[in-house]
Each structure stands twice: as structure tokens, then as C-alpha cells.
């Protein structure tokens, strides 16, 4: 078999081939160092055991488990006896385009987009699939992984279906784990979608929850209100969570100073981003950088 399209380079994760979906196995005996990753990535537990280590503690791994992490967060894996991970890495650009449906999604919306900044998770969301459901996940993992070799220009549809599919039962797992019923669950208020486009549009904005909420014709605790049932966050929590997460991928990605990169994601006071950044990755901005930058830094 060749080797998998992604490469990592000082603590850092990232495809190699610009695709926009790559899955496949990965197996680990005693350890596997602390890392992040450039893109959102699910490991899958199909054998073995070991330690999964993070910013939120250490987790025992079995069959089945499912470990989901938005871009930019860090974990490794410890005390591994035949680990084996099927790894599926997600392009960014997939969820801001292909996938972008996926945040009107009731359980889809949840598992990639609020679940992982919800509840103090810090970006990442755990659950757990039934023997059956995991014979269903892995069906569709093999049939990504074989999509690898295919043109994307005639298999672009394949693979976004094979994805799909995928996360579905994830999405099913996960919604289970939070005690609702999968499907029970209706769409997102269009307020909260649109008030989600608009500070995701615009980070960089000294957005107030006053000015929020006129922008969309509604008061102040109405919209906390919805935001918090779609999301599990008010609004400018959830700001947060983004601002952090860009800032992160600023860090990693490009030669800008921390005080240039706490002014792009909005956060002018250098204090308040410092603390911000690491009450979520644990780390400070500057110790992140030196941890996981990758040497070209410009990708």
C-alpha cells in the first residue's frame, strides 16, 4: 500500500495532496506524540487500545470510539497495544463549501460545527458506535479511501456521498450521547444562522451583543435564547471559539506577530487575547507556535 497523503512536520498534521477527503488506517503500538492538524480530522477506533491524551485530560480508547477534532487542536496517544485508528481528514475548505449545508443539519450541524465548541470541549466532541454502526462507518471509509486514486474532477460527487454517509452515523452517535432523539431535532433558527455568517464574516469586527441582535431585529435575550438551543453557546461565546480557532491557523500558517494576529481575529487588547487563547488550547499563542508551526509556514 502507499503512503498516506498527509505529513507531519514539527507537531503538525496536513495533506499533502490538496484533497479534499482522505481516509485511511493507522496503527500505533506504545505511543504517538502530542500534534495538530491543518484540517478537521475523526479517528475511529476499529482495534486494539490505548490512551488518547488532550487539552481535556487522558481518555481510555476502545472499539468503537470516535474521536472528532476541529482544526487546530492538539492531542497524541499513549500506552497504545495495537492501536488502530481509521483516520478521516477533512479539507477546511470542504465545510466552507461542499459541506456548508451541513450547519443547517439538525445532527450534522452539531457534530462539525457546535458540539466540539460546546459544553467546554475546546473543539473536540468523543462518542461511541455500536458494532453495527461501526461495520456501516467502516464500509464507507473503505470506499473514501479507495476514491483516493480516482480523478476529483469525475468522483467529486462520489466522494462527498461516501463523507456524507460517514458522518451520518457519527452524527446519529453523537446526537444519542446528548440524550436527544436523532432526527427529533429541528433546524436552526435563519436568525442564528445568519447571526452565525455574520461574525464568522467578520472576526476581525468589535461586535457587541447590542449590535448583534439589531442587525437582526431581534432583543438582546431573544437571541441568546436561540443562539444557546441551536448552538449551546451564547453569541459572543461563540465568537470567541472562532476567533481562537483563526488565530490558531494564523499562527501556524503565517510570519505574523501575535499582536498583529490578536488585531486580525478582533481581540485589540494583547491581555484578553492571551487569556482567551489559552483557556482554549492550553497553551499560550507563542508556545503554540513554536510547538506546531510547520517550517514553510505560508501553505
Not at 26 to 54: D, K, Q, Y
Not at 270 to 297: E, I, M, V
Request: charged share 20%; aromatic share 8%.
Amino acid at each position: 500500500m502507499d503512503a498516506p497523503p498527509v505529513e507531519e512536520l514539527k507537531g503538525q498534521v496536513y495533506i499533502t495532496d490538496g484533497s479534499l477527503a482522505y481516509a485511511g488506517h493507522h496503527l500505533h503500538e506504545g505511543g504517538h506524540p502530542v500534534h495538530t492538524h491543518s484540517f478537521l480530522e475523526l479517528a475511529v477506533v476499529t482495534g486494539g487500545r490505548g490512551v488518547h491524551r488532550s487539552l481535556t485530560g487522558r481518555r481510555d480508547l476502545e472499539v468503537g470510539d470516535v474521536v472528532l477534532l476541529r482544526p487546530g487542536v492538539w492531542h497524541g496517544y499513549e500506552e497504545c497495544r495495537g492501536l488502530d485508528l481509521y483516520n478521516c481528514c477533512l479539507n477546511t475548505g470542504l465545510l466552507r463549501r461542499e459541506l456548508a449545508w451541513t450547519r443547517e443539519d439538525p445532527l450534522l450541524g452539531y457534530l462539525l460545527w457546535n458540539g466540539p465548541n460546546s459544553m467546554q470541549r475546546r473543539g473536540m466532541l468523543t462518542t461511541h458506535l455500536d458494532q453495527r454502526t461501526l461495520g456501516e462507518c467502516v464500509v464507507h471509509l473503505d470506499g473514501l479511501a479507495r476514491l483516493r486514486h480516482e480523478p476529483l474532477a469525475r468522483h467529486r460527487g462520489d466522494i462527498i456521498g461516501r463523507l456524507t454517509m460517514f458522518l451520518s452515523h457519527v452524527a446519529r452517535a453523537a446526537a444519542t450521547d446528548r440524550g436527544g432523539v436523532p432526527g427529533a431535532e429541528g433546524p436552526a433558527h435563519p436568525a442564528v444562522l445568519e447571526a452565525m455568517r455574520l461574525l464568522e464574516s467578520r472576526l476581525d469586527h468589535r461586535w457587541t451583543l447590542d449590535e448583534l441582535a439589531e442587525e437582526l431585529h431581534l432583543t438582546p435575550r431573544y437571541l441568546i435564547r436561540l443562539f444557546k438551543a441551536a448552538t449551546g453557546l451564547p453569541p459572543m461565546a461563540y465568537l470567541a471559539q472562532h476567533r481562537v480557532e483563526k488565530a490558531a491557523h494564523l499562527l501556524l500558517h503565517t510570519d505574523h506577530p501575535v499582536t498583529q494576529i490578536a488585531q486580525t481575529v478582533g481581540w485589540a487588547d494583547q491581555n484578553y487575547f492571551a487569556r482567551r487563547f489559552k483557556a482554549h488550547y492550553g497553551l499560550t499563542a507563542t508556545t503554540y507556535r513554536q510547538h506546531f508551526t510547520h517550517p514553510s509556514r505560508r501553505l
